[in-house]
C-alpha cells in the first residue's frame, strides 16, 4: 500500500527544477496514507515519518524544509511527542519564513494551524544554546497524519560555502526527497567559480549531479537511536555535505597546501609591521623581565580589547551609526580598541612578536558540533584561532579571543583537535593538546542539619574553577540577573535529590578571568534521609552523579564522549539530631582506571557526618571496545554515592567514630 502512495507522489514532484519552485505545496494525501498503522519492523512506535524534503538553494540563501507524520499511538500525541514542533534555526540562516502547518484526521477532515509559533530554550550544555521556535499541533489523534513546512532564510548578501543534508531523523522514514541547488555566481575567497561537490559519509546510495543541482531519494529510513554521551551524533548519521572550489579540490592534500598558502599571506598582511603595536608591547611589559611573566603580561592586554565577537549582531545601518568598521590590520585593532575574536588572537601574536618571541597563529577546527574531516576539502571548518608562543622550549597554547578564558587554557571545544599551522609552502596539520581534568574543576561544600523526620536544610557553595567557570560565564553573557539566578539553581536542582527547594544567596566572579565563580544557595531536601522504625538511613552523599545516565545499557553502539576532562571536589557535612547514635558508617570507597579515580570517605566528627568525595577523568573520547571497563568504574561511582549511614534514636551519635 505504501508503494502506491508513492507512485503518486513520486508524479507529483516531477523534476528537481519544478521542486525548488511551485511543489513547495501540500502533497496529496492518499487512502493508503490513511491506513498507514505501524512501522515496519518496529510495530510498536508511537509515529512514523512518512515523507522529508529538504531543498537548499544557495542562489536566494534559502532552505526549504516538509515533515509529514503519522500520529500511531495515543503516546504519540502527548506532550513532548511529535506533535510538539522544534524548529531550530542555524546561525547562519536565523530568520523562519512561510510556516505552514496542519492536522489530517483519519475521516480526511483538515485543521489548519492558525498561530503562533514562540521561543524556547530546547538544549543547553557547555558552550552551546539552542533557541527553538515551537507550537503545537490542535486536535491531534492516533491516526492522524500532521505536517508542517518552512523556509530558513540567510540574511542579505550571505552565500554559504558549506551546507548538508540530515538523513536520519528520530523516526523511521518511509521517502526522503533531499535537492542542493548550487549558487550560479562566484563566491568570494573561492576559487573555480561555482564549481560544486559533495562528501557522503555513512550512506551506501550516492547522489546525484547535474547541472549544478545534487539530488537524493531515500526509502525506508530506520529512526537514528542516540546514547548518552555519545560524540557529535552528524559524524555517526548518513549525511552529505557539500562544498565549493575549482582544481584545487580534486585532492584534499592539494586544497589544504593552497588553503595554507592563504592563510599564511592573509596573516602576515594583518598582523604587519607597526610601530604602534612595538610600542603597546613595551608598554605593557614594562620592567619585566621574566619570559612567562612578560606573555602573560601580553595576554592581558590583548583582552583588554573590547571583544565584538560576545556582543548581539548588528545591522549594517547600526554599525554604521556606532562607528564599527572592519579592522583591516593589528594597527586598527588597537587604535580603535575593538575587535572580533580573530582579530584580537592576530594583536596578541602581533605583540608576541614585537617583543621577541616566537609566535605563531593556528586555524583550529571545532569538535562542539563534528570532528575535522580533511577530505571535507572547506576553508569553513577551521572556524577559529588561536595564538602559540614557543616559550623555554615549550609551545604555550592561547586562547585571547574567547572573552574570559585564562591565560594557557583553550576553550573545550578547540583541544584534542586538529589545526593548521599555516606557511609559505602550506602548512602543517597539528592536533592541538587536550586539557586535563586539573582544568575544569567544580568544588560543592554543603553545610546541612537534618531533622529527625528526615529533612535536611543548609547551605552550599559552588566554586567553577578553569573550563566548568569559562562556560558559566560565556553563558551568562547575554543573560540578566533573573536568568542567571535561574540557570544556577536549575543546575543545583539537578545534582540534588528529587523535591530539593533551592534558592541562590549570591554569586562572585562573573567578569573574572582567572578567579573562580563562587555561587551560594540555601537548599532543602524533605524526607532525605528514610525513617525505618527508630531508625534514619542517612545517604552519605548529597549530591547525585551527572553521569549515571551514560551506563545504564549493558552495551554500547557508540563511544563514550566527554566534552572536556574534569574534577569533582566535594565535601558535605551533616549535623546530626539530638538524640541519635551511630549504627554503621559507609565503608572507604576507591575506584581507578588509567585515566580515572573515584574515593569517597566518611567519618563522624563533632556530631556531624562529614563525606568527602573525589571524582577525576581523564578521558574525552573512549571506545566503545573499552565500554565495559567504564560501565564498570561508574558503577562504583554509583554505588559508593548511594550509600547510606544508620542513625538510632537514643545515645550518644560520637559512639562510632567510622572511618
Same mark, same amino acid.
Given at each position: 500500500?505504501?508503494?502506491?502512495?508513492?507512485?503518486?507522489?513520486?508524479? @507529483?514532484?516531477?523534476?528537481?527544477?519544478?521542486?525548488? #519552485?511551485?511543489?513547495?505545496?501540500?502533497?496529496?494525501?492518499?487512502?493508503?496514507?490513511?491506513?498507514?498503522?505501524?512501522?515496519?519492523?518496529?510495530?510498536?512506535?508511537?509515529?512514523?515519518?512518512?515523507?522529508?524534503?529538504?531543498?537548499?538553494?544557495?542562489?536566494?540563501?534559502?532552505?526549504?524544509?516538509?515533515?509529514?507524520?503519522?500520529?500511531?499511538?495515543?503516546?504519540?500525541?502527548?506532550?513532548?511527542?511529535?506533535?510538539?514542533?522544534?524548529?531550530?534555526?542555524?546561525?547562519?540562516?536565523?530568520?523562519?519564513?512561510?510556516?505552514?502547518?496542519?492536522?489530517?484526521?483519519?475521516?480526511?477532515?483538515?485543521?489548519?494551524?492558525?498561530?503562533?509559533?514562540?521561543?524556547?530554550?530546547?538544549?543547553?550544555?557547555?558552550?552551546?544554546?539552542?533557541?527553538?521556535?515551537?507550537?503545537?499541533?490542535?486536535?491531534?489523534?492516533?491516526?492522524?497524519?500532521?505536517?508542517?513546512?518552512?523556509?530558513?532564510?540567510?540574511?542579505?548578501?550571505?552565500?554559504?560555502?558549506?551546507?548538508?543534508?540530515?538523513?536520519?531523523?528520530?523516526?523511521? /522514514?518511509?521517502?526522503?526527497?533531499?535537492?542542493?541547488?548550487?549558487?550560479?555566481?562566484?563566491?568570494? #575567497?573561492?576559487?573555480?567559480?561555482?564549481?560544486?561537490?559533495?562528501?557522503?559519509?555513512?550512506?551506501?546510495?550516492?547522489?546525484?549531479?547535474?547541472?549544478?543541482?545534487?539530488?537524493?531519494?531515500?526509502?525506508?529510513?530506520?529512526?537514528?537511536?542516540?546514547?548518552?554521551?555519545?560524540?557529535?551524533?552528524?559524524?555517526?548519521?548518513?549525511?552529505?555535505?557539500?562544498?565549493?572550489?575549482?582544481?584545487?579540490?580534486?585532492?584534499?592534500?592539494?586544497?589544504?597546501?593552497?588553503?595554507?598558502?592563504?592563510?599564511?599571506?592573509?596573516?602576515?598582511?594583518?598582523?604587519?609591521?607597526?610601530?604602534?603595536?612595538?610600542?603597546?608591547?613595551?608598554?605593557?611589559?614594562?620592567?619585566?623581565?621574566?619570559?612567562?611573566?612578560?606573555?602573560?603580561?601580553?595576554?592581558?592586554?590583548?583582552?583588554? =580589547? +573590547?571583544?565584538?565577537?560576545?556582543?548581539?549582531? +548588528?545591522?549594517?545601518?547600526?554599525?554604521?551609526?556606532?562607528?564599527?568598521?572592519?579592522?583591516?590590520?593589528?594597527?586598527?585593532?588597537?587604535? +580603535?580598541?575593538?575587535?572580533? *575574536?580573530?582579530?584580537?588572537?592576530?594583536?596578541?601574536?602581533?605583540?608576541?612578536?614585537?617583543?621577541?618571541?616566537?609566535?605563531?597563529?593556528?586555524?583550529?577546527?571545532?569538535?562542539?558540533?563534528?570532528?575535522?574531516?580533511?577530505?571535507?576539502?572547506?576553508?569553513?571548518?577551521?572556524?577559529?584561532?588561536?595564538?602559540?608562543?614557543?616559550?623555554?622550549?615549550?609551545?604555550?597554547?592561547?586562547?585571547?579571543? /574567547?572573552?574570559? @578564558?585564562?591565560?594557557?587554557? =583553550?576553550?573545550?571545544? *578547540?583541544?584534542?583537535?586538529?589545526?593548521?599551522?599555516?606557511?609559505?609552502?602550506?602548512?602543517?596539520?597539528?592536533?592541538?593538546?587536550?586539557?586535563?581534568?586539573?582544568?575544569?574543576?567544580?568544588? +560543592?561544600?554543603?553545610?546541612?542539619?537534618?531533622?529527625?523526620?528526615?529533612?535536611?536544610?543548609?547551605?552550599?557553595?559552588?566554586?567553577?574553577?578553569?573550563?566548568?567557570?569559562?562556560?558559566?560565564?560565556?553563558?551568562?553573557?547575554? /543573560?540578566?540577573?533573573?536568568?542567571?539566578?535561574?540557570?544556577?539553581?536549575?543546575?543545583?536542582?539537578?545534582?540534588?535529590?528529587?523535591?530539593?527547594?533551592?534558592?541562590?544567596?549570591?554569586?562572585?566572579?562573573?567578569?573574572?578571568?582567572?578567579?573562580?565563580?563562587?555561587?551560594?544557595?540555601?537548599?532543602?531536601?524533605?524526607?532525605?534521609?528514610?525513617?525505618?522504625?527508630?531508625?534514619?538511613?542517612?545517604?552519605? @552523599?548529597?549530591?547525585?552523579?551527572?553521569?549515571?545516565?551514560?551506563?545504564?545499557?549493558?552495551?554500547?553502539?557508540?563511544?563514550?564522549?566527554?566534552?572536556?576532562?574534569?574534577?569533582?571536589?566535594?565535601?558535605?557535612?551533616?549535623?546530626?539530631?539530638?538524640?541519635?547514635?551511630?549504627?554503621?558508617?559507609?565503608?572507604?570507597?576507591?575506584?581507578?582506571?588509567?585515566?580515572?579515580?573515584?574515593?569517597?570517605?566518611?567519618?563522624?566528627?563533632?556530631?556531624?557526618?562529614?563525606?568527602?568525595?573525589?571524582?577525576?577523568?581523564?578521558?574525552?573520547?573512549?571506545?566503545?571496545?573499552?565500554?565495559?571497563?567504564?560501565?564498570?568504574?561508574?558503577?562504583?561511582?554509583?554505588?559508593?554515592?548511594?550509600?547510606?549511614?544508620?542513625?538510632?534514636?537514643?545515645?550518644?551519635?560520637?559512639?562510632?567514630?567510622?572511618?
Amino acid at each position: 500500500m505504501l508503494k502506491l502512495s508513492w507512485l503518486v507522489w513520486l508524479f @507529483c514532484l516531477g523534476s528537481s527544477a519544478s521542486v525548488l #519552485g511551485q511543489k513547495e505545496d501540500w502533497l496529496p494525501i492518499t487512502p493508503q496514507d490513511l491506513q498507514v498503522k505501524e512501522v515496519p519492523g518496529d510495530p510498536g512506535a508511537d509515529a512514523i515519518q512518512m515523507y522529508y524534503a529538504d531543498y537548499i538553494n544557495d542562489n536566494d540563501h534559502s532552505e526549504f524544509y516538509y515533515h509529514r507524520i503519522k500520529i500511531l499511538t495515543e503516546k504519540g500525541r502527548q506532550p513532548g511527542g511529535p506533535a510538539d514542533v522544534e524548529i531550530i534555526p542555524p546561525f547562519s540562516m536565523p530568520r523562519i519564513s512561510d510556516l505552514k502547518a496542519r492536522t489530517i484526521h483519519p475521516d480526511g477532515s483538515i485543521v489548519e494551524f492558525t498561530g503562533k509559533p514562540f521561543e524556547k530554550t530546547v538544549l543547553k550544555g557547555h558552550g552551546f544554546k539552542f533557541q527553538a521556535k515551537t507550537f503545537t499541533f490542535p486536535d491531534v489523534t492516533p491516526g492522524s497524519i500532521i505536517e508542517y513546512k518552512y523556509k530558513l532564510r540567510g540574511e542579505e548578501g550571505y552565500l554559504s560555502t558549506i551546507n548538508s543534508w540530515t538523513i536520519q531523523h528520530g523516526l523511521f /522514514t518511509v521517502r526522503e526527497h533531499l535537492v542542493f541547488k548550487a549558487s550560479e555566481v562566484p563566491l568570494e #575567497g573561492v576559487s573555480g567559480g561555482t564549481n560544486v561537490s559533495f562528501l557522503s559519509r555513512n550512506l551506501d546510495k550516492k547522489p546525484t549531479i547535474k547541472n549544478h543541482t545534487v539530488e537524493l531519494t531515500m526509502e525506508n529510513v530506520p529512526a537514528f537511536q542516540p546514547e548518552s554521551n555519545m560524540p557529535p551524533e552528524d559524524d555517526y548519521k548518513p549525511q552529505v555535505r557539500f562544498f565549493y572550489g575549482g582544481s584545487e579540490t580534486t585532492s584534499a592534500e592539494k586544497f589544504w597546501q593552497e588553503r595554507g598558502k592563504r592563510l599564511n599571506d592573509a596573516v602576515n598582511r594583518f598582523i604587519g609591521n607597526h610601530g604602534e603595536v612595538r610600542d603597546a608591547a613595551v608598554a605593557a611589559i614594562g620592567t619585566e623581565t621574566d619570559p612567562e611573566k612578560k606573555l602573560r603580561k601580553l595576554y592581558a592586554r590583548s583582552q583588554e =580589547i +573590547r571583544n565584538t565577537t560576545y556582543e548581539r549582531e +548588528r545591522s549594517e545601518e547600526e554599525r554604521k551609526k556606532e562607528q564599527i568598521k572592519p579592522n583591516e590590520n593589528v594597527g586598527d585593532v588597537l587604535k +580603535r580598541g575593538y575587535g572580533d *575574536r580573530d582579530d584580537i588572537t592576530l594583536l596578541l601574536t602581533a605583540m608576541a612578536r614585537a617583543a621577541g618571541m616566537d609566535a605563531s597563529v593556528f586555524y583550529v577546527s571545532s569538535r562542539q558540533e563534528r570532528f575535522f574531516n580533511k577530505n571535507l576539502m572547506d576553508r569553513g571548518q577551521l572556524d577559529s584561532m588561536v595564538a602559540v608562543v614557543q616559550l623555554n622550549g615549550k609551545d604555550v597554547y592561547l586562547d585571547p579571543g /574567547t572573552k574570559f @578564558c585564562p591565560y594557557g587554557e =583553550i576553550r573545550w571545544f *578547540r583541544t584534542a583537535t586538529a589545526a593548521l599551522k599555516p606557511g609559505k609552502d602550506g602548512g602543517t596539520f597539528v592536533q592541538l593538546p587536550s586539557a586535563s581534568h586539573q582544568q575544569a574543576v567544580t568544588s +560543592r561544600t554543603a553545610d546541612m542539619m537534618l531533622a529527625e523526620d528526615g529533612s535536611v536544610q543548609g547551605t552550599v557553595t559552588v566554586q567553577y574553577k578553569g573550563s566548568e567557570a569559562l562556560e558559566h560565564r560565556l553563558d551568562a553573557i547575554n /543573560t540578566d540577573a533573573t536568568g542567571r539566578t535561574k540557570d544556577l539553581e536549575n543546575e543545583m536542582k539537578g545534582w540534588v535529590p528529587n523535591g530539593a527547594f533551592v534558592k541562590l544567596i549570591d554569586a562572585q566572579g562573573w567578569e573574572a578571568t582567572n578567579d573562580p565563580l563562587v555561587a551560594h544557595f540555601t537548599v532543602s531536601v524533605p524526607s532525605y534521609a528514610s525513617l525505618a522504625g527508630k531508625r534514619l538511613l542517612l545517604p552519605s @552523599c548529597f549530591f547525585q552523579s551527572r553521569q549515571k545516565d551514560a551506563f545504564k545499557h549493558p552495551e554500547r553502539k557508540y563511544p563514550v564522549y566527554f566534552p572536556y576532562a574534569f574534577s569533582e571536589l566535594d565535601k558535605v557535612s551533616v549535623k546530626l539530631p539530638a538524640g541519635y547514635s551511630l549504627e554503621g558508617v559507609p565503608p572507604v570507597q576507591d575506584a581507578s582506571l588509567p585515566y580515572a579515580r573515584y574515593q569517597s570517605v566518611t567519618r563522624v566528627e563533632n556530631s556531624q557526618l562529614i563525606t568527602q568525595r573525589t571524582l577525576l577523568f581523564n578521558g574525552i573520547f573512549l571506545p566503545v571496545q573499552e565500554y565495559s571497563q567504564i560501565k564498570d568504574f561508574f558503577g562504583k561511582v554509583q554505588a559508593g554515592d548511594e550509600q547510606q549511614a544508620v542513625l538510632r534514636s537514643g545515645g550518644n551519635v560520637n559512639a562510632q567514630k567510622g572511618n
